[in-house]
C-alpha cells in the first residue's frame, strides 16, 4: 500500500439539486445549452423586497421522494436537497456500504446559511403571528450539521462527520477536507460537497441592504454587471482513494488532485487578489499541476463590480502569460449564487468539462468589462478538450478555497 500522504483521490459519484433542475445531468444540460435558471422571485414576501428575480429549484421538486415520513419531519429545506443529491451520487458510484466500508466512510458537507428556511418560519410564528411555541424539532432542522448528520444516519456511515461552514467556499473547503481525510487515511470514501437553501426574507433583505444584488439577472464579467443573483441546491460527490475504486471496479469520473485554502486577512467583504491568487497557486502546487497544464478554470464570477475584477487580476497573478490562453467561465450566470453549496455546482460543471470536452459559457455576457480582459466564453458553450481545470471559490471574510482537477486516470 503506498504512503497514505500520497493516496489519490477520485472523484466516482455525483448528485446535484439546482434552478436548471432536479439532478446533476439536468445542471449540466442546462449549462452546456447556456440556460438560465434565474426567473421571477417566487417567495410569499416578494411584494415586500425591491429585487424580484432568484435561481430557485423548480417548483416539481418533490422534497418526500424516497424519504420516509419520520425523517422528512425532521429535514429543513438545506438537507432535502442535501438527501436527494446524496442519494444521485451513491447510486452512482455504486457504493455498497455494508460491514467495513460504512466505518471508512466520512461525511462531509458545508452550508454558508444553514436551516434558515426553517428560522425564518418559526420566527414568523414567534414575531408576526404572537405564536407561544415553535415547532418540536425546530432544533435539528436548524443546526448547521443536519445535512451531514442526516446522510450518516441514512447510509450507516460512522466515519469523521461534520458540517464546514465558511459562507460562499463552504463547498470547496468541504470537499478539500473530505480528500485530506483519505489522502492521509482517516477514510477510504467520502460523502461531501454543499447545500443551501437560502431564500427567505431576512436573508433577501440582508443582501439588499448590501447592494449587491442585480434586479434583472446575471452578468458576469460583463461592463454592466449590477450585482449577484441568489440561487439555492446542493451538489453532494462520492470520493473513494484510488486503489479503493479500482479494486471494486468503479467507473471514476475525475481526479480531484489538489486544493488551495487561504485567508486573505484583510476585510471582511472586499476581496483581496493576493488571497485568490496563493488558494490557486496552492492547489497547482498540490495536484503537481504547472499553470500550462490547465485549460479551464470556473471561476468565481459572482456578478459584482469587485469580486469579478478582482478575481481576474488574481488569475493573471497565479497563471502569468498563461492567462490569455485559459477558457474561464462563470456558471453562476445559470445557477446563481448558492452560497455555501456554489462550489458543487461549480464542481459538476468542471467534471463534466473534462469528461465530454465541452466548457460551459458565461452567460449574458454581452459587453465585456476592460477590467476584466480574459477569455469568459461568452454565452455559447465551447468544445475543447480539458486536461486540467481548477474550480475558485472565494467567500466574505476573506476566505479562498480552489479545487484542483485532472483527467480519470
Known amino acids: 500500500m503506498p504512503n497514505v500522504s500520497t493516496r489519490r483521490v477520485v472523484i466516482t459519484g455525483m448528485g446535484a439539486i439546482s434552478a436548471l433542475g432536479v439532478g446533476a445531468e439536468a445542471l449540466w444540460q442546462g449549462l452546456r445549452q447556456g440556460r438560465s435558471g434565474i426567473g421571477p422571485l417566487r417567495h410569499q414576501d416578494a411584494a415586500r423586497v425591491r429585487v424580484k428575480v432568484a435561481a430557485q429549484v423548480p417548483e416539481s421538486f418533490d422534497p418526500a421522494a424516497g424519504i420516509d415520513e419520520r425523517t422528512l419531519t425532521q429535514l429543513d429545506r438545506t438537507s432535502e436537497f442535501a438527501l436527494h443529491a446524496a442519494d444521485e451520487a451513491i447510486q452512482q458510484s455504486g457504493l455498497d456500504f455494508s460491514k467495513e466500508v460504512g466505518a471508512r466512510t466520512a461525511v462531509i458537507v458545508g452550508t454558508g446559511v444553514g436551516g434558515e428556511t426553517t428560522q425564518d418560519e418559526q420566527s414568523r410564528r414567534l414575531y408576526a403571528e404572537n405564536a407561544t411555541r415553535v415547532h418540536p424539532l425546530s432544533i435539528v432542522r436548524v443546526m448547521t450539521n443536519a445535512s451531514a448528520s442526516q446522510i450518516s444516519i441514512k447510509y450507516g456511515l460512522r466515519g469523521p462527520t461534520f458540517a464546514v461552514a465558511s459562507a460562499c467556499a463552504s463547498a470547496n473547503h468541504a470537499i478539500i477536507q473530505a480528500a485530506q481525510m483519505i489522502r492521509y487515511g482517516l477514510a477510504d470514501t467520502a460523502i461531501t460537497g454543499g447545500t443551501e437553501a437560502c431564500i427567505s426574507y431576512v436573508v433577501l433583505r440582508g443582501w439588499e441592504a448590501m447592494r449587491v444584488l442585480a434586479d434583472d439577472t446575471c452578468r458576469p464579467f460583463s461592463i454592466n454587471r449590477r450585482g449577484l443573483v441568489l440561487g439555492e441546491g446542493a451538489g453532494i460527490f462520492v470520493l473513494e482513494s484510488l486503489e479503493h475504486a479500482q479494486a471494486r471496479g468503479a467507473t471514476i469520473l475525475a481526479e480531484l488532485a489538489g486544493g488551495g485554502m487561504t485567508a486573505d486577512a484583510t476585510d471582511i467583504v472586499m476581496p483581496s487578489a493576493d488571497g485568490a491568487a496563493s488558494a490557486m497557486t496552492q492547489a497547482l502546487d498540490e495536484a503537481g499541476l504547472a499553470p500550462e497544464d490547465v485549460d479551464y478554470i470556473n471561476a468565481h464570477g459572482t456578478g459584482t463590480q469587485a469580486n469579478d475584477a478582482t478575481e481576474t487580476k488574481a488569475i493573471r497573478l497565479a497563471f502569468g502569460a498563461h492567462a ?86
Open 324 to 409: 490569455d490562453r485559459l477558457a474561464v467561465s462563470s456558471t453562476k450566470s445559470m445557477h446563481g449564487h448558492a452560497l455555501g453549496a456554489s462550489g458543487a455546482l461549480e464542481l459538476v460543471a468542471v467534471v463534466n468539462a473534462m469528461r465530454y470536452g465541452i466548457v460551459p459559457p458565461t452567460a449574458n455576457l454581452d459587453q465585456a468589462d476592460p477590467a476584466c480582459d480574459l477569455d469568459y466564453v461568452p454565452n455559447v458553450a465551447r468544445d475543447m478538450p480539458v486536461r486540467a481545470a481548477l474550480s475558485n471559490s472565494f467567500a466574505f471574510g476573506g476566505l479562498n478555497a480552489v479545487l484542483a482537477l485532472k483527467h480519470a486516470p
